[in-house]
């Protein structure tokens, strides 16, 4: 028998489907020679400190740091992830090989080895690697599945990364917490979430400390054409109005006239991150809510692997992109024009040496329903007017620079003009935000053609202005910042090249921001990100450069992808955090201390950081025995949950009762417990009972009470 672990129930479905595993039994599908079981995410974690002593129970400062010798994992403490636990362990004991199908990335790796090695794993392990959950994918990947040890470096820096996180995590939280936190609260550190709040902090910084200044300039205007001078703003009324008399007494004349065309380089295709920037800007969606969108569709099918950090496509994908958007049948008006012709096979498209675990974030063969959420929609339209768009051709423009002068002050304006819009028109209907409609109108002045040396009359003006400080974050110039350890850059092939230092993985990202909010470091205003004097104090009392600098975190993240490409041994980046860790301590204890002035917040305790993952996946419809035969389980459908042998027991609730839609939870305390807690909203029982509680009686039949 060879076993299938999938990393949630609902991708084991889609797997034991396409094997004809499709027998139910507790925690797994059986059926021609495989059988397919599921974790819920993460079963196992690092062990606690207490968990290497019980000094470590409490937090004492003279105890640290904490560095055990051999590092352990555990069993999450809860019931479901225990029972399901067993559940494998007694699967990997009978079976005779293991194919790992979890998901293709290092977080996925490393789910699946700690829950092997925790099981005491010694059979033959295979390894599914697959970028989509469509059914020709699944029958793709196990045709060509891959022995466990090519993943072996992928596991190893997935561990390094819990190693680290942990030794700086635990030591630096504790740490700062004895020695600043006044006993009020836990102050967090992390590897990761550290320096992105110092981000955060030296904006906030630099807006506080900015002082507004008022400034005039001079412009004109020539034959309709708004001309600006070309000197140094001006500092007082006085020398502007000086300036303004200057330019009445004068004409203006023409200095050099010139039209360049050039070409505007199609969009890239989305990567995770680039992928929440654009729904954070269009939409105001947050990265985690983006992130849930995405999984949503990628479980469904629609998309491809969504965690992912390139931009490319593999080569040996281009013989499946005209069929891909054939598919598209929502789109069909903008993909006719790419299909009159052989699809463009682009270095800037498909490039394997820029690809990593998976390739871009693409749509699958596989058309969305009308049944997705109106936020998924709005997610797969984005990623599918990007996929059509970096097959068009490139957008022609014309660029026209005018230099002119009136007496000595130079003058000089620009103007664009779209020629062919290639790309653009897949964006043509698209309504734009107040910021992409001035740039517009000041790049698209109509400039009429000049001739060198022409002169005429004039209308100069004073234009007032004043200074702006930087403007704060959003999530989507955060996340653009984490990518690139808090460079500042706009160039898309320079970004590409500095992923590698960016702080955090495209998957964790998300979770560091809303980190920081359940914190209260940061809060959010509009759709700014402002860091609150918790965290702007906490930030000020770190002083060690190693614990905020983005660039270091970026530095510790290239070690790990090159442990992850095995140019990296993985002890090293242990050794080298655990000095650190060991020579902060000894800095933070000798040295001065003063207590950080709290806003109020939870003390969150360490042991629970990873159950809420867990819970959310907890039980599934599978699991669970028919209350009414007590023989099979239970399967979800359409419309209702049933019996897998309902043609016989005949046991089947409805989503909708007496005119409520109920949740999984609701009609999972209806069939466990037999009732549910008090709910309002029917609107169809008959005798017009509008709340109360639905029980099932000793026939099975639901009644309201």
């Not at 929502?330 to 299909?339: R, S, T």
């Not at 009392?541 to 041994?569: A, F, N, Q």
């Amino acid at each position: 028998m060879k076993l299938c672990i999938a990393e949630k129930p609902s991708v084991a479905r889609d797997i034991a489907k396409v094997l004809g595993a499709t027998t139910p039994k507790q925690g797994y599908m059986e059926g021609n020679g495989y059988c397919v079981t599921w974790t819920f995410g993460h079963l196992c974690t690092l062990k606690e400190p207490h968990d290497y002593g019980p000094q470590y129970k409490s937090w004492n400062l003279f105890l640290l740091p904490i560095i055990p010798n051999n590092f352990g994992i555990k069993l999450i403490p809860n019931k479901g992830v225990e029972n399901q636990f067993k559940v494998i362990e007694r699967l990997v004991a009978e079976c005779d090989e293991v194919i790992n199908c979890g998901d293709a990335g290092q977080e996925g790796e490393l789910i699946q080895r700690w829950v092997l090695q925790k099981a005491k794993c010694n059979k033959p392990v295979h390894r599914l690697w697959i970028s989509s959950l469509t059914e020709e994918a699944i029958k793709e990947g196990f045709a060509s599945l891959k022995p466990a040890e090519d993943y072996k470096n992928l596991y190893l820096a997935g561990n390094a990364r819990a190693v680290g996180d942990w030794l700086l995590g635990i030591n630096a939280t504790r740490l700062f917490t004895k020695k600043f936190g006044g006993n009020k609260a836990v102050l967090s550190i992390g590897r990761v979430q550290t320096p992105t709040l110092a981000m955060l902090v030296q904006r906030q910084k630099e807006i506080d400390a900015f002082t507004t200044e008022e400034y005039w300039e001079l412009k004109t205007k020539y034959r309709d054409v708004i001309f600006n001078a070309a000197i140094d703003r001006l500092k007082t009324l006085d020398r502007a109005e000086k300036g303004l008399e200057y330019l009445k007494e004068n004409i203006f004349e023409i200095v050099s006239f010139e039209i360049k065309e050039g070409r505007e380089k199609n969009p890239r295709l989305f990567d995770l991150t680039g992928l929440q920037v654009e729904a954070n800007k269009k939409y105001g969606y947050s990265a985690e809510n983006t992130l849930n969108y995405i999984q949503s569709l990628y479980e469904k099918k629609h998309v491809t692997y969504p965690r992912v950090d390139t931009t490319y496509l593999s080569e040996s994908l281009y013989p499946k992109i005209e069929g891909i958007l054939r598919k598209m049948s929502f789109y069909q008006d903008l993909i006719a024009p790419l299909l009159e012709a052989p699809i463009p096979k682009s270095k800037a498209v498909f490039d394997d040496t820029k690809v990593t675990d998976h390739h871009a974030i693409i749509p699958t063969e596989v058309p969305p329903s009308q049944n997705l959420s109106r936020e998924e929609k709005l997610i797969y339209d984005l990623i599918a007017k990007r996929f059509i768009s970096v097959f068009y051709p490139e957008c022609k423009i014309s660029n026209t620079l005018v230099e002119g002068k009136v007496g000595t002050i130079p003058f000089k304006t620009s103007g664009k003009q779209i020629l062919e819009p290639g790309w653009r028109a897949v964006y043509a209907k698209e309504p734009k935000d107040e910021t992409e409609k001035e740039k517009d109108k000041e790049e698209e002045q109509t400039i009429p053609e000049f001739k060198v040396g022409e002169t005429g009359p004039h209308d100069p003006m004073i234009h007032q202005g004043k200074t702006s400080p930087p403007k704060p974050y959003t999530e989507a110039t955060l996340l653009r910042a984490m990518e690139t350890a808090g460079k500042q850059v706009e160039d898309e092939e320079l970004r590409e090249l500095l992923k590698n230092n960016g702080i955090g993985r495209p998957s964790t990202r998300a979770n560091i921001i809303e980190t920081l909010f359940k914190r209260k470091y940061i809060e959010k205003k509009r759709k700014n990100l402002i860091a609150t004097q918790t965290g702007i104090q906490l930030i000020d009392t770190i002083e060690d450069e190693l614990l905020k600098s983005p660039e270091l975190t970026g530095e510790w993240e290239l070690k790990l992808r090159k442990i992850e490409k095995g140019e990296y041994e993985a002890n090293h980046f242990k050794e080298e955090l655990i000095q650190m860790v060991t020579e902060l301590t000894e800095k933070v204890v000798y040295g001065k201390g003063k207590v950080i002035n709290l806003e109020e917040e939870k003390v969150v305790k360490e042991k629970k950081k990873r159950e809420p993952v867990a819970k959310k996946e907890l039980q599934s419809w599978e699991e669970i025995k028919c209350p009414k035969c007590k023989e099979h389980h239970l399967i979800k459908g359409k419309t209702a949950v049933g019996c897998s042998d309902f043609k016989n027991c005949g046991f089947k609730v409805s989503f909708e009762i007496f005119g409520k839609k109920l949740s999984d939870k609701q009609l999972m305390d209806l069939i466990i417990k037999g009732k549910t807690s008090k709910l309002k909203g029917f609107s169809t029982h008959p005798e017009n009972m509008t709340e109360g509680v639905l029980s099932m009686d000793e026939h099975f039949n639901i009644i309201l009470v």
